[in-house]
């Protein structure tokens, strides 16, 4: 299998997978021109519109100017007729969790996959025409603002604010002190990255301003922790329960070091191995979202025939929406985790499972030479069937 580490992004300009991570992850801002040039064709006007009429899509949309009250926001779906009464300028239309409904846009963080899969949230896409923005603000999580077409101007303070100061009774998280020490023109194909609480602030100049913002996920500590217990309460025995046959003569109203020795064992036991924190990130990273339905894109395929419908086709493509991580075991194994469901596997399967989990789109002529191991042949057929993943071209 080739080595990630030697592959070239270019989304990260010059850099090194090692260098960016090094120097710029969740450290400090990196603007890189010329990044994607040209642009592809990921997503169009159109289609970010359609999608915020959807029902099945969250979508917002901001106007500084020219609503009932400055900083307007509604929430979609919207009907096709309200854009014909937006005014000419200071308004914005937000898209999330777009690459959970467009093929394009999902094998769009491919680019981004120097940092785990695991820890990708979303696709979010924003439309604008002149002066469109959403205020000064932050973000709790890691960002690559990825200008796909028009221009947008960022300013940015090149320092992490570690406490929330909004102006109070808006729509809208607007920082009530904002002063930028850096200000770029974004044209497409240019990315600026953003670490947590970054400020920024970003206005469209002129019409057609869209914006890619690849999100990743920052859950809190009470989230982590109230999912770890959740999954380790669904694992406890029932009847056993708190025991100190060795127990010490102390004063009544005393609890003792034992005592709290015996209780910090018994939640180390439960939830501080290895193996159970392997078990519950796996699932946990590559649960879906509830607006995934897999079911639309299931192709069964028997095993038997995989091999073939496998070499007619050009790539294997992850659904959108379809979540897979792996954790290595041994030599040539690894726990391959697909959607919140854990499979154990060795050999050229689980080399098959690694070249998905590794990318959105693997052209099938590195899955073929793996087609004569029958636990990689169940593999594909179980995720196509499941519609996990898709045949191509």
């Given at each position: 299998m080739k080595n990630r580490q030697n592959t070239r992004w270019p989304a990260l300009g010059k850099l090194s997978q090692r260098e960016f991570l090094e120097r710029y992850w969740q450290k400090r801002p990196l603007l890189i021109k010329k990044a994607l040039h040209p642009f592809p064709d990921v997503i169009s006007p159109e289609e970010v519109a359609g999608m915020s009429c959807d029902e099945r899509v969250e979508s917002r949309l901001i106007m500084e100017k020219g609503g009932k009250k400055p900083w307007e926001m509604r929430r979609g779906p919207f009907k096709p007729a309200m854009f014909n009464k937006l005014p000419k300028t200071h308004w914005t239309i937000l898209v999330n969790g777009v690459d959970r409904f467009i093929p394009r846009v999902n094998a769009f963080l491919d680019h981004f996959s120097f940092v785990p899969f695991w820890r990708m949230d979303d696709i979010m896409v924003s439309y604008a025409d002149d002066k469109g923005n959403v205020g000064a603000h932050v973000d709790n999580f890691d960002v690559f603002l990825v200008q796909a077409a028009g221009k947008r101007e960022w300013m940015?303070?090149?320092?992490?604010?570690?406490?929330?100061?909004f102006i109070p009774d808006l729509p809208v998280r607007l920082l009530k002190k904002f002063k930028p020490t850096h200000k770029w023109v974004l044209e497409p194909g240019d990315i600026l990255y953003l670490p947590p609480r970054f400020p920024h602030h970003g206005i469209a100049r002129g019409k057609g301003c869209m914006t890619?913002?690849?999100?990743?996920?920052?859950?809190?500590?009470?989230?982590?922790?109230?999912?770890?217990?959740?999954?380790?309460?669904?694992?406890?025995d029932d009847t056993a329960r708190y025991s100190d046959p060795d127990l010490k003569p102390h004063a009544p109203g005393e609890i003792s070091r034992d005592a709290l020795r015996k209780i910090s064992d018994t939640i180390q036991?439960?939830?501080?191995?290895?193996?159970?924190?392997?078990?519950?990130?796996?699932?946990?990273?590559t649960e879906?979202?509830?607006?995934?339905?897999?079911?639309?894109?299931?192709?069964?395929?028997?095993a038997g025939k995989v091999a073939s419908e496998v070499k007619s086709a050009s790539f294997i493509v992850r659904a959108e929406g379809a979540r897979f991580a792996y954790i290595r075991s041994g030599k040539k194994g690894v726990s391959f985790f697909a959607n919140g469901q854990r499979q154990e596997l060795n050999g050229k399967a689980a080399a098959c499972a690694q070249l998905l989990a590794d990318h959105v789109v693997v052209g099938t002529d590195r899955i073929v030479p793996l087609l004569a191991d029958a636990k990689a042949k169940k593999l594909l057929s179980e995720l196509l069937g499941a519609g996990s993943i898709v045949l191509e071209g």
């Open positions: 940015i303070e090149d320092r992490a604010v570690p406490k929330d100061d890619i913002s690849v999100g990743f996920r920052a859950p809190t500590q009470a989230e982590i922790l109230n999912s770890v217990v959740s999954s380790a309460m669904s694992q406890l036991h439960a939830i501080g191995s290895e193996a159970f924190l392997g078990d519950w990130l796996g699932r946990f990273a879906t979202y509830g607006d995934v339905n897999l079911e639309s894109t299931a192709h069964p395929v028997p």
